[in-house]
């Protein structure tokens, strides 16, 4: 029986099916499993790192290994990035930030209190700024809530989004490309009337309902049918890349992919 | 023979009051966390540090050194949020100006280049511009783009530390990834490197190497050795990051969450003390490298 993070793991590596020659970069246990198992199954061409400097065509399993296991195949350290992935356009991420509004804005810097003195201080912004005016970015939620999908705006702009307010007249923001958002509840994207939010996908037993619920936002209902489930061959590959079942640990109580067997 | 040589407390007394100073690595990875030390015991203050931040920044913060923090992250990996660096922001104890990765090692580089920006997109469509005074430029081109203008990060000085330098200042960098150590360099007035080996002349012992050596001698001011110098952030190939003495230093910020409490443990009186605290260089070189 497949539980709800594995089926996630599935519906995060659509996000990077027919991607092409791009540097696929999962962050956290669930994104990365999904890009790995995206370049196994359906996108061979998609290039990745080992998580440190080194390409691999053989994507490196998650958690405790051998450091010498990896296969190098190609280098591309942070200190190329932003020359050869980033600024090139030649990178899709998958990412978990702290929250994300209805505009596909993104915050993992601070929340509350002020810049000078926020109320609590995260990571900082990273590479988001950059990620998201110039490559296609996904993302993945394990906790679908409220606090996550903000009412109004996200407290610190950390990644770009669809909000025309934050347009500078002259700015090029063609290669804004917000693609999906998984979540334990659905698979969703920004294919609703000016990049609108909405619901695709529903995983097996959650309603729209369910959905609209958690959200601070206004949804789109465009559901289309029940977030497959993970067949035997997905299982083993994901269960390979994860020999330490560390997806386990992702989604409260780890709960099986079908809701009401929970 | 021109030789650069030098202790770290000489490097440190170049340093004054007020001062940008540029700390190479990334995170818990390549840190110079010896010469950080030696300035946590000095009575310098009121410092702007430019980093992607890992304990440096953290240190720094909680000893009391930073006036402003310029940043993309503050990162321990394994932990993720930095809890010294946690305390200072959520106190409003320090300015910043904060960046995306990207435009950071841009501003580097309009600094090396001795330009007062460089343009770029990223920035656009975020906070960042407004909360950090980022000012925009037009493309004087038919194509009119606007774009965000990153100010030079210009130092003062940066601190780097390197595999291998000679007397003369011609280092190697190598392991995995050497982050923008080459960029500090380059951006600073004087960049003062620790190193895990000091030779003579680098000709004579590691000829070979030559391609390690990624950025050229005129952009280093002083060269000390300091074997395990990047404790407890990690030198590869050589030792890893130790996790151990991180989460001791994290669970440190919760209790007794007091800097001056703990700063012995974490700085020591001297580097000799410090390392006899943590069972030596010895027990540093056993540190397994990370499995990302």
């Known amino acids: 029986m497949a539980t709800l993070a594995e089926l996630c793991i599935v519906a995060c590596s659509e996000a990077f099916r027919g991607n092409g020659e791009i540097i696929a970069t999962g962050v956290g246990p669930v994104p990365r499993l999904a890009a790995g198992l995206a370049k196994l199954t359906h996108s061979a061409e998609l290039m990745m790192t080992d998580g440190e400097a080194y390409l691999v065509e053989d994507p490196v399993p998650l958690g405790p290994r051998g450091y010498d296991d990896r296969k190098p195949a190609g280098y591309l350290p942070f200190?190329?990035?932003f020359d050869s992935a980033v600024w090139t356009g030649r990178r899709h991420a998958m990412v978990t930030p702290t929250q994300i509004d209805r505009f596909g804005q993104i915050n993992l810097s601070q929340m509350?209190?002020?810049?000078?003195?926020?109320?609590?201080?995260?990571?900082?912004?990273?590479?988001?700024?950059?990620?998201?005016?110039?490559?296609?970015?996904?993302?993945?939620?394990?906790?679908h809530g409220p606090r996550v999908f903000v009412e109004g705006e996200v407290d610190m702009v950390s990644g770009v989004g669809y909000n025309p307010a934050k347009r500078i007249a002259g700015g090029n923001y063609t290669a804004v490309d917000l693609r999906l958002i998984v979540t334990n509840l659905c698979v969703m994207d920004f294919g609703g009337m000016d990049n609108a939010v909405r619901v695709v996908s529903l995983h097996p037993g959650v309603t729209f309902d369910d959905v609209q619920s958690a959200t601070g936002f206004t949804l789109v209902d465009a559901v289309q049918g029940e977030t497959p489930l993970p067949t035997a061959e997905q299982l083993e590959i994901i269960n390979r890349l994860d020999p330490h079942n560390i997806r386990t640990s992702v989604i409260k109580d780890n709960p099986p992919a079908h809701r009401s067997m929970g | 023979m021109l030789d650069k040589r030098m202790s770290s407390a000489e490097m440190v007394a170049q340093l004054s009051d007020g001062m940008t100073i540029g700390i190479g690595g990334w995170g818990p990875r390549r840190k110079p966390m010896a010469l950080v030390r030696e300035i946590i015991r000095s009575d310098l203050k009121d410092l702007t540090i430019v980093a992607y931040g890992g304990a440096d920044v953290g240190m720094l913060c909680?000893?009391?050194?930073?006036?402003?923090?310029?940043?993309?992250?503050?990162?321990?990996?394994a932990i993720p949020l930095e809890p010294w660096f946690r305390k200072a922001r959520e106190a409003g104890q320090v300015e910043v100006l904060e960046l995306d990765e990207g435009m950071f090692q841009w501003g580097l580089k309009a600094a090396a280049f001795d330009l007062p920006f460089l343009p770029t997109r990223v920035g656009l469509g975020t906070d960042l511009a407004e909360l950090g005074g980022l000012k925009t430029v037009q493309s004087p081109y038919a194509d009119g783009e606007i774009l965000i203008a990153m100010p030079a990060l210009k130092l003062d000085a940066a601190l780097l530390h390197v595999n291998r330098s000679d007397w003369r200042g011609n280092v190697?960098?190598?392991?995995?990834?050497?982050?923008?150590?080459e960029w500090f360099a380059k951006a600073a007035s004087k960049t003062f490197v620790s190193c895990e080996e000091?030779?003579?002349?680098?000709?004579?012992?590691?000829?070979?190497?030559?391609?390690a050596n990624i950025f050229e001698r005129c952009f280093v001011t002083g060269v000390v050795e300091i074997a395990g110098g990047a404790h407890p952030s990690s030198m590869p190939p050589l030792y890893g990051p130790d996790m151990k003495a991180f989460k001791a230093y994290a669970d440190a910020a919760r209790e007794p969450g007091n800097w001056l409490e703990v700063s012995d443990r974490f700085v020591g009186a001297s580097e000799a003390d410090y390392l006899a605290g943590i069972g030596g260089k010895e027990a540093v070189m056993q540190t397994p490298l990370a499995i990302y």
């Open chain 1, 79 to 81: 200190s190329r990035f």
């Open chain 1, 112 to 143: 509350g209190g002020t810049h000078k003195q926020p109320k609590t201080q995260m990571l900082g912004v990273r590479g988001f700024p950059g990620n998201t005016i110039y490559h296609p970015n996904s993302f993945f939620f394990p906790a």
């Open chain 2, 62 to 77: 909680a000893a009391g050194k930073v006036k402003k923090l310029v940043f993309a992250f503050v990162s321990l990996d």
């Open chain 2, 172 to 181: 190697h960098l190598f392991g995995a990834d050497v982050y923008y150590d």
């Open chain 2, 198 to 211: 000091l030779v003579d002349r680098m000709e004579d012992h590691y000829p070979e190497q030559a391609q």
